[in-house]
């Protein structure tokens, strides 16, 4: 009984061959984990470009315009119709507008939560590696052709793809020859393989190999929320490929799904594209709901209040993100049933999302509280969080999304709840499962900087915005009104910060091997108070995880109280 | 369903647009001849300056919202919708925070020993805080549903009374006809290659309807609460009632290319008898065209502007078609010198616009008289 497992045969190699050709789930999820860090800054420059565009008083729309029709230097700006500033003209700035958004929600947020989830649901669960360990190397090595693919459309014919992440037919279809949009196609193509292969993974993972004694009603909240995730991948990203191939075909083949001239259509297009992109809002959320739930049992060391309303929660989170797509599109015009179901059917997701909220709140309550800068970045992700999903309230009720639709309202709220959101939460598991992942520490000094100069900035950057848009700003423009100059000076002010505190994130980050190994397994003092695998192994993990089988946890994560 | 009432609240507003009603209004108005001070009016209404700073660099016209400053009455309605959703919703924003705050200050550990609470779960509490909220969306969706069901339908006593508008989206500029008019004039670029502003009478609906020659391009003007794209191989309705008179600027709200952030649009809304004075210019607008791009024309000899002239009255000699013709003539220089008139030709092109206004002017008259002269003998 409890021998241990034979070691399979495996040939070490050292050095960078050892990361190029590992399947050990902890180097892929480091894999992913740096790519995305790269990833998280290549996109913050992006928007910085944005930003920089969007700041300048002389490139508001009346002086550029004034400028232009006198034949004089039009006012300093990145991009300028004339094709004088630095990035050439407003397709570049389009471009920008485009890549900014497909490098954070392909390449940043998306394996952000996989990187975690590659590295910790196999300690959570007990296992000693994922269910297809080539398959999860396989996937993660597809990232980096897909982001190549992207990035690197700025330097061929015509440019990168300009027609914003969302691609909508017709302006994607034009410029068909230059293949900046062709290269977009295939890069989504990519990060959906590879974002498929790392859902079947984790499905199976944790249906077959939780260890004997996890039972799904011991499932750690992450677990369960992969678990949601994976289910919202599998069947959402093929029809993602399906409506971005529609557009490929439509520019090299002849088809005409998106060409109304030939009987197509391009609001199938958009219906297609959405019915993906809505439940990818929730891939961009629901690992973190899972993570966070463990930061604050951990930090306010207590349990879990309501697991099973948590997993109720985000399982009907999933189910009902698959119904309310098309409250991306209120104003292509649709009957008046669709409007109605639509609107309902997403204030409906609010109930689920409330009850997270009130029981992360209740988790805390009566806890005995350390404030280190995971449970900060927790408790700062609460705050934005709920900021951004009222935005999302108000969004849903089709009369005044009427106003709000494509408007700098919609930007604040998605960044509120991306930013605010996903890379609060992030930043949260980061500083929690780092001494994990690394072995070693983040400041906990540096880390309090980084913290409230994030969530200062993430305010000051995107609430503004939302004043924007209920004045009228339409999105995505690179010249706007002079009445909106205020709030626009504050949100580039409020990108300083938030990119400056990321600036100073990553410099830790790096400093922080060659701080001194942490030599305990559970440097936050954490399964004293409830148990969890993860905790009960060295840090980082051994290769295969487990010699042992591990024991059944002592005290159960839903605090026996079903 | 939709499109059909939609269709038949057009046709009603032809039916409406068939009896002589409202002529009255456009047959006094041009009953007389308009001084040049009323033309000089006429421009500053129709051919708003809408790019204009002040010293400080702040716009001259400001946007209007529709939250703050609403124009119409879908705007009125979506504000006050707007507010009572903030106002029933407001407390899922602030109770959180509250608490948030209380915890952080209440259950900080302060190292004194005090152990944490152990309980993990209270069915009641889960109970209120599914339903309330459930409460709250109810409350909220029952008028957003009445909101959405009368923004589909104009109000029945209106219905007769409606200016139809086709909008038509073209990168980067809108195209507007009035449906109901018989001329064929298409409001567009104007001469400087700036977007026209479209004309609309106050406390009448207006019904848009938006298609689209390429791209995708949605129309949106922030003051009247609507916005709705334009979509090619598609038709979309939307109506409002402009209540406020006054010069309204808005701008193209889905991405259309290059020039997607200059592709604005304004609206001009104005009163019962100006909008009369409109239409009826609109209907000389495209002769009125032909004399302005030979008054314009450095090779064109004085004797074909004076033929030209000539030609148009003894088509309509109507003091609406005079006033029409000096009204096109001043609003295209009023146009050329906003566009083209910030540098050093600023003079030049004034005492231009002043001498094309003046030959106009005169050549209206000559002909009347060269008129009365020749039927004298």
Same mark, same amino acid.
Not at chain 1, 414 to 421: D, N, P, S
């Given at each position: 009984m409890n021998a241990p497992a034979p070691m399979p045969e495996i040939r070490h190699y050292t050095g960078v061959m050892n990361w190029l050709t590992t399947v050990d789930h902890k180097k892929i999820g480091l894999i992913y984990f740096w790519f995305v860090v790269l990833m998280g800054l290549v996109g913050g420059a992006f928007a910085g470009a944005i930003r920089f565009q969007l700041a300048s008083p002389g490139a508001t729309l009346e002086a550029l315009q004034a400028a232009q029709l006198a034949g004089t230097a039009a006012p300093m700006a990145l991009f300028n119709a004339d094709g004088s500033g630095l990035f050439g003209n407003y397709h570049r700035y389009n471009e920008m507008v485009t890549m900014h958004a497909s490098v954070m929600i392909f390449f940043t947020i998306i394996p952000g939560f996989i990187a975690f989830a590659n590295y910790i649901v196999p300690l959570m669960i007990g296992a000693r590696d994922m269910a297809f360990p080539k398959m999860n190397a396989f996937g993660v090595w597809l990232l980096f052709p897909s982001a190549i693919l992207m990035i690197t459309s700025f330097f061929v014919k015509g440019g990168a793809a300009a027609s914003g992440w969302t691609a909508y037919p017709p302006l994607s279809l034009t410029g068909v020859g230059d293949p900046g949009q062709d290269m977009w196609v295939m890069g989504v193509h990519f990060a959906g393989v590879s974002s498929i292969l790392a859902a079947i993974n984790f499905l199976v993972t944790i249906i077959s190999l939780r260890a004997p004694g996890m039972t799904w009603s011991k499932l750690p909240l992450f677990v369960w929320a992969t678990f949601f995730v994976s289910i919202i991948q599998l069947v959402a990203t093929p029809v993602l490929a399906a409506a971005v191939t529609m557009v490929l075909m439509d520019r090299n083949f002849g088809t005409s799904f998106t060409v109304a001239s030939s009987g197509g259509d391009p609001v199938l297009y958009q219906h297609i594209f959405w019915f993906y992109s809505h439940p990818a809002v929730y891939i961009m959320i629901l690992p973190g709901f899972g993570a966070i739930s463990h930061i604050f049992a951990a930090f306010s060391r207590k349990l879990v209040f309501g697991y099973w309303g948590m997993v109720?929660?985000?399982?009907?989170? @999933?189910? &009902?993100?698959?119904? =309310?797509?098309?409250?991306?599109? +209120? @104003?292509?015009?649709?009957p008046i049933w669709a409007q109605n179901y639509f609107m309902i059917a997403s204030l409906v997701i609010a109930v689920p999302t409330g009850i997270k909220v009130f029981s992360w709140l209740a988790t805390m309550w009566g806890g005995t509280i350390r404030f280190t800068t995971a449970m900060l970045f927790a408790c700062g992700f609460l705050s934005t969080f709920v900021i951004g999903g009222f935005g999302g309230l108000i969004l849903a009720l089709v009369q005044? !999304?009427?106003s709000f639709h494509d408007s700098?309202?919609? =930007? $604040?709220? +998605?960044?509120? =709840?991306? &930013? $605010?959101? %996903?890379?609060?939460?992030? +930043?949260?598991? @980061?500083?929690? *499962? *780092?001494? #994990?992942? %690394? $072995?070693h520490m983040l400041s906990e000094s540096v880390g309090k900087w980084v913290f409230w100069l994030m969530f200062i900035g993430i305010l000051c950057t995107f609430m503004p915005m939302h004043v924007s848009g209920m004045e009228g700003m339409a999105r995505r423009i690179p010249v706007y009104w002079a009445d909106f100059r205020l709030t626009n000076h504050l949100t580039t002010g409020g990108y300083c910060l938030t990119f400056l505190s990321a600036l100073i994130f990553f410099i830790d980050l790096i400093a922080s091997y060659r701080r001194p190994k942490i030599t305990v397994d559970d440097p936050w003092q954490i399964n004293d108070v409830q148990q969890s695998f993860e905790w009960a192994t060295s840090c980082p993990p051994p290769d295969y995880n487990f010699v042992q089988v591990p024991p059944i946890p002592v005290i159960d994560p839903t605090g026996g109280k079903h | 369903m939709l499109r059909l009432l939609l269709a038949l609240v057009v046709a009603a507003g032809c039916l409406a647009a068939a009896e002589p009603s409202g002529h009255d209004a456009s047959g006094h108005a041009a009953s007389v001849p308009a001084t040049s001070a009323e033309v000089d009016r006429q421009v500053a209404l129709f051919n708003p300056e809408v790019w204009k700073l002040d010293e400080k660099k702040q716009p001259i016209l400001k946007l209007d919202d529709p939250f703050n400053t609403p124009a119409s009455d879908v705007a009125r309605r979506i504000a006050s919708d707007f507010? +009572?959703?903030?106002?029933?919703? %407001?407390p899922f924003l602030i109770l959180p925070q509250i608490l948030l705050l209380v915890i952080i200050f209440k259950f900080r !550990?302060? $190292? !004194?020993?005090? #152990?944490a609470a152990t309980f993990s779960g209270n069915h009641l509490l889960e109970v209120v805080w599914t339903a309330v909220p459930c409460v709250a969306l109810v409350i909220v969706t029952v008028p957003s549903v009445q909101t959405i069901i009368w923004m589909e339908f104009p109000p029945d006593a209106a219905r007769r009374d409606v200016v139809p508008v086709e909008v038509i989206g073209k990168q980067f500029s809108w195209k507007y006809r009035y449906m109901r008019e018989d001329h064929a004039a298409l409001i567009g670029l104007d001469v400087a290659g700036l977007q026209e502003p479209l004309v609309l009478p106050k406390d009448r609906i207006a019904v848009l309807n938006l298609t689209s020659e390429d791209v995708n391009h949605a129309w949106w003007i922030p003051a009247f609460g609507v916005k709705k794209d334009a979509i090619i191989g598609r038709h979309t309705n939307v109506w409002f009632t402009p209540d406020r008179v006054g010069t309204f600027k808005g701008q193209c709200a889905e991405l259309c290319g290059n020039d997607h952030g200059r592709m604005i649009i304004t609206a001009v809304i104005t009163d019962a008898a100006d909008y009369e004075l409109w239409v009826e210019h609109l209907r000389y607008r495209n002769a009125a065209l032909k004399i302005w791009s030979l008054v314009r024309d450095p090779l064109a000899k004085p004797e074909q502007v004076d033929a030209a002239v000539a030609k148009y009255l003894a088509v309509d000699s109507s003091v609406a078609a005079k006033n029409a013709l000096r009204f096109w003539i001043a609003t295209n220089h009023a146009s050329l010198l906003r566009g083209k008139g910030q540098g050093p030709n600023k003079d030049q092109l004034k005492s231009e616009s002043r001498r094309d206004r003046e030959r106009i002017d005169g050549l209206l008259n000559l002909t009347a008289r060269r008129t009365t002269q020749e039927a004298a003998p």
């Open positions: 109720i929660a985000t399982g009907s989170i @999933t189910a &009902v993100g698959f119904a =309310v797509w098309a409250h991306h599109m +209120f @104003t292509v015009g649709m005044i !999304d009427f700098y309202f919609v =930007v $604040g709220h +998605f960044h509120m =709840v991306l &930013v $605010g959101g %996903s890379v609060m939460l992030l +930043f949260a598991m @980061t500083y929690y *499962w *780092w001494p #994990k992942m %690394s $072995g | 507010w +009572f959703s903030l106002l029933i919703f %407001s !550990d302060r $190292g !004194d020993g005090r #152990k």
